[in-house]
């Protein structure tokens, strides 16, 4: 079954479209998510979490989509992480609550619309790492006459933080006795042991890394201080860190999606892949020129994929090597390649790296089998404020 071009947007837009548009119907380079591996994904991380005790907050930077996030509460989380402020307001009009907002608040337009965020949607949580934004926050929220939850952001991943040990403890005192701000806990993303490579290599980093927030969180309760909350964590590392006491929540990301980038870093069972989650995102391409038997062009290049890495997109199926083009173009190597390839061929590439392939696109389709289930706009696409 295939449909005209006039069908399919009046179908997009009547939002009565289930079963009614195949994949093969989707005008290219479309982004895709089949739907089955995402639930699995999905229930995969929320069941292994619940089962080590600890709570599930996903980081919606790499979906940006209001029902997705929605998919998460569904099968158990407390709540959605958003790394700016501009993405937790998309996911706070839709409605969301347990938003945490991962990265600090300087700048005035941001602490007004934390205030503004947190006039709405109460239970949010933002983070600090110095005295003087601390002192800065205090007083916006104490003029808006409001309580604001501040968690402390910890060094422990070699970008933002504040150093673990005495200086942390010294601001959680800070933030503890500020007359409008709730000292929370600790926030810690160890960036950098998501992604080392190799199952041992990964743990003995992340339990270094994370072991000095666990030991921050410990101090500060010695120095009288509550520190019930300590958040951290990620794909790579979701069976490491909830096996470490002292953490109370992950909040991985990439999981529900995969990559590439993800793929090859080595997993418990298995030291060459990392098999754990399996790959529900990828671009459909399709082959609109074959100038010679050597190559053929699809119509997906830069602005289809993201090119942050050091490899380019895969093909799901076979093996075809794929070279950049150009901003809309991508070349395939016909020399190497493991099937014919025809002008007119719809081809389905894994991406090097989610989260900004997906800020990419407008829209996300969700495929059960052969047929669109549904659509979802990425609302929070381009938040990046
Ligand atoms: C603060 C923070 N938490 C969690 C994550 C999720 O990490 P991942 O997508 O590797 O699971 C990220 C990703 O960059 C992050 O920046």
Same mark, same amino acid.
């Given at each position: 079954m295939s449909i005209t071009w006039v069908e399919f947007e009046k179908l997009i837009s009547s939002g009565n479209l289930k079963w009614k548009? /195949?994949?093969?119907? %989707?005008?290219?380079?479309a982004l895709i998510l089949d739907l089955d591996i995402f639930d699995a994904n999905l229930a995969k991380m929320a069941c292994h979490l619940m089962a080590a005790g600890k709570a599930f907050r996903p980081h919606a =930077? &790499?979906? =940006? &989509?209001v029902e997705i996030a929605q998919a998460c509460m569904d099968v158990g989380a407390i709540g959605t992480c958003t790394a700016k402020i501009s993405e937790a307001e998309v996911f706070s009009r839709a409605g %969301? =609550?347990?938003? +945490?907002? &991962?990265?600090p608040l300087v700048g005035a337009w941001r602490i007004e619309r934390a205030v503004l965020l947190a006039k709405s949607q109460p239970d949010t949580i933002f983070c600090a790492d110095n005295a003087s934004n601390v002192e800065l926050l205090n007083q916006a929220a104490s003029a808006a006459g409001i309580k604001l939850n501040i968690a402390i952001d910890l060094?422990?991943?070699? $970008?933002?933080g504040s150093t673990p040990g005495e200086k942390s403890v010294k601001l959680a005192q800070q933030i503890h006795t500020a007359?409008? +701000?709730?000292?929370f806990g600790i926030q810690a993303f160890a960036?950098?042991?998501?992604?080392? +490579?190799?199952f041992l290599e990964r743990k003995k980093a992340s339990e270094q890394s994370m072991g000095q927030a666990v030991e921050t969180r410990w101090q500060i309760e010695k120095a009288g201080?509550?520190?019930?909350w300590l958040s951290g964590g990620s794909t790579g590392t979701y069976n490491i860190d909830s096996a470490?006491?002292?953490?109370t929540e992950i909040q991985p990301g990439s999981f529900m999606f995969m990559d590439i980038d993800y793929s090859?870093?080595?997993? #418990?069972?298995?030291p060459q892949q990392f @098999?754990?989650?399996?790959?529900a995102l990828s671009v459909i391409a399709t082959v609109? *020129? =074959?100038? /010679?038997?050597k190559w053929a062009i699809v119509d997906a290049g830069f602005k289809a994929f *993201? @090119?942050? $890495?050091p490899f380019p997109p895969q093909l799901r199926c076979g093996k075809v090597p794929f070279r950049w083009a150009g901003d809309e173009h991508g070349n395939l190597? +016909?020399? #190497?390649? &493991?099937q014919s390839i025809e002008l007119g061929d719809r081809l389905e590439f894994l991406v090097p790296h989610c989260d900004p392939t997906v800020n990419l696109y407008d829209r996300i389709y969700g495929i059960r089998g052969s047929m669109v289930e549904s659509v979802w706009n990425i609302a929070a696409r381009g938040m990046i404020q």
């Open positions: 548009i /195949s994949k093969d119907d %989707l005008p290219t380079p =930077k &790499t979906h =940006k &989509t %969301l =609550k347990g938003l +945490l907002v &991962t990265t060094l422990v991943g070699g $970008r933002t007359s409008n +701000l709730h000292f960036g950098p042991c998501a992604h080392t +490579l190799g201080i509550p520190c019930p470490i006491d002292g953490i090859i870093i080595g997993g #418990q069972a298995d @098999t754990d989650f399996g790959f609109f *020129s =074959k100038p /010679s038997a *993201s @090119t942050d $890495r190597d +016909l020399t #190497q390649a &493991t």
